[in-house]
């Protein structure tokens, strides 16, 4: 299994505040990999870290072998990262089609766009019928299920999710959970950080548990929902 992404001794800071203290990663080709942790553990500072979106304080950030820190962030679109940020961030004044449109401006095979979209349309029967529509009139729901179509549409090589079942119907989120673990099984490498715990270690390989700006253990998501601690902390069970 080759190394996709190697995360070593990375800090991120606010001014004074440390959100990230030194914790190390790894994500291989193909996995499916998921970040728990409370709210506040520092889920999304690594995030936004690993997609550009926040300079590291230290450390360093891999991505198929070459150090990525503080790479402009168009330069890690064209690179292969995808980041479905948390609260979504679809172009609220242009329709569907046009955010999805956005997902693939670094694209020029239009014939694999064309099976992109039709694919995501598939995922989605909700975004083809509303193409035309404005995505700041969609639902909650639906303005998640547009921001993955829009990062798929870019045929990244690494997905990262923030969130994606935050605020959502549990119809909404088991919808939103088959396609990404759809996507996976296709063979994209995913890393989905999430707060619901029990989903996200029934749909990943592995899991890191991340506490307080650390990680507390890493373990296959398997081992995750049977650990005590786990359960303890994360799954609301005492045993
Ligand atoms: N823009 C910011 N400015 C200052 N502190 C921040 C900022 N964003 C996050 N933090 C702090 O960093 C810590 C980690 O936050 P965050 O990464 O959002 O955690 P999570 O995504 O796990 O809920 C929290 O203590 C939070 O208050
Ligand atoms: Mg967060």
């Known amino acids: 299994m080759s190394t996709l992404l190697e995360v070593k001794e990375l800090v991120v800071r606010y001014g004074g505040i440390e959100a990230v203290k030194g914790i190390n990663l790894?994500?291989?080709?193909?996995?499916?990999?998921?970040?728990?942790?409370?709210?506040?553990?520092?889920?999304?500072?690594?995030?936004?870290?690993?997609?550009?979106?926040?300079?590291?304080?230290?450390?360093?950030?891999?991505?198929?072998g070459e150090l990525l820190n503080s790479s402009p962030i168009h330069q890690l679109i064209q690179r292969g990262l995808a980041l479905v940020p948390e609260g979504r961030g679809v172009?609220?004044?242009?329709?569907?089609?046009?955010?999805?449109?956005?997902?693939?401006?670094?694209r020029k095979d239009k014939p694999g766009m064309r099976a992109d979209l039709n694919q995501v349309f598939e995922s989605f029967p909700r975004l083809q019928e509303r193409r035309q529509q404005k995505a700041g009139t969609l639902s909650g729901g639906e303005q998640q299920m547009l921001a993955i179509g829009r990062a798929l549409m870019g045929r990244p090589k690494l997905l990262l999710l923030d969130e994606p079942s935050m605020g959502l119907a549990p119809l909404m989120v088991q919808t939103i959970f088959s396609v990404i673990q759809r996507v996976a099984k296709e063979g994209m490498t995913v890393f989905l950080v999430e707060q619901n715990a029990r989903l996200a270690l029934q749909s990943a390989q592995r899991a890191y548990v991340m506490e307080g700006g650390m990680i507390r253990f890493n373990a296959s998501a398997n081992e995750c929902l049977s650990d005590p601690r786990v359960r303890l902390a994360y799954l609301g069970e005492d045993s």
């Open 26 to 64: 790894h994500i291989h080709q193909g996995e499916l990999v998921t970040l728990i942790g409370a709210n506040g553990a520092g889920k999304t500072s690594t995030l936004n870290a690993l997609a550009g979106l926040l300079k590291p304080a230290s450390g360093e950030i891999r991505f198929e």
């Open 91 to 106: 172009f609220p004044r242009l329709t569907v089609e046009e955010n999805l449109a956005m997902g693939a401006y670094t």
